[in-house]
């Protein structure tokens, strides 16, 4: 099990760029959630999935669109890249009921 | 709407105690969580606990919850140096979403 994987880990983007950041997990887990970290502001929800073919806004979704086509994949898009969207993002996946969320190991995004 | 709070910084001396300190708004709140954040990694579930349980204990972990006050809290027993990290509180709500507080940065004193 490779878990939660997240490309790229590094990327730089100039303001007005679009882009993609992908998220895949192999648990074939039902729910999945993007957060963003920025410093003393701690994990943010933007959007997250309850299945495939699910999607639903979380607390910052503006800016950023998202599908869930596979129970696999969660990609993020980034449609107009703005300097107030530099953060470090996170994937995460989980079953339905308590159980926690897995993490990826996050993609650190500044746009310039 | 709901909220998570933690404070933001604790320092402790290596082989004491460490307790982290949350409260959390939602009282709807079926399963509360603790996380683990090493520096440039993602986050590592290290326990939850079930909102009408008083007491978790896991090894030098102990999480214990006062449903009533909103309150919960992570104790570990013998801090170590690997220790030393950013501890996120996090509450399952009445949506199914989870929702973190702004995590605590542990730093350990020699």
């Known amino acids: 099990n490779a878990g939660v994987t997240q490309t790229p880990k590094f990327q730089v983007l100039k303001t007005g760029q679009s882009m993609t950041l992908q998220c895949a997990q192999d648990?074939?887990?039902?729910?999945m959630s993007w957060y963003r970290q920025d410093p003393g502001m701690g994990l943010r929800l933007i959007h997250y999935s309850v299945g495939a073919g699910i999607t639903d806004q979380g607390e910052v979704p503006n800016g950023y669109n998202v599908s869930r086509s596979t129970t696999e994949d969660f990609p993020l898009r980034l449609l107009s890249a703005a300097p107030s969207q530099t953060s470090v993002y996170f994937c995460?996946?989980?079953?339905?009921?308590?159980?926690?969320?897995?993490f990826g190991s996050g993609t650190r995004l500044t746009v310039v | 709407g709901e909220d998570v709070e933690q404070s933001l910084f604790l320092s402790v001396r290596e082989g004491d105690s460490s307790v982290i300190n949350c409260t959390y708004t939602d009282s709807s709140s079926t399963y509360l969580y603790w996380y683990k954040q090493e520096p440039g990694a993602g986050l590592q579930l290290l326990t939850y606990i079930f909102s009408n349980m008083d007491m978790k204990q896991d090894q030098r972990l102990t999480v214990l919850l006062n449903k009533k006050d909103k309150h919960l809290s992570l104790r570990i027993a013998d801090t170590q140096t690997g220790d030393s990290a950013i501890y996120f509180c996090?509450?399952?709500?009445?949506?199914?979403?989870?929702?973190f507080g702004k995590g605590t940065r542990l730093h350990i004193l020699p």
């Open positions: 648990m074939n887990h039902e729910y």
């Open positions: 995460a996946s989980r079953t339905g009921g308590f159980y926690g969320y897995t």
């Open positions: 996090a509450d399952l709500n009445r949506d199914d979403k989870i929702i």
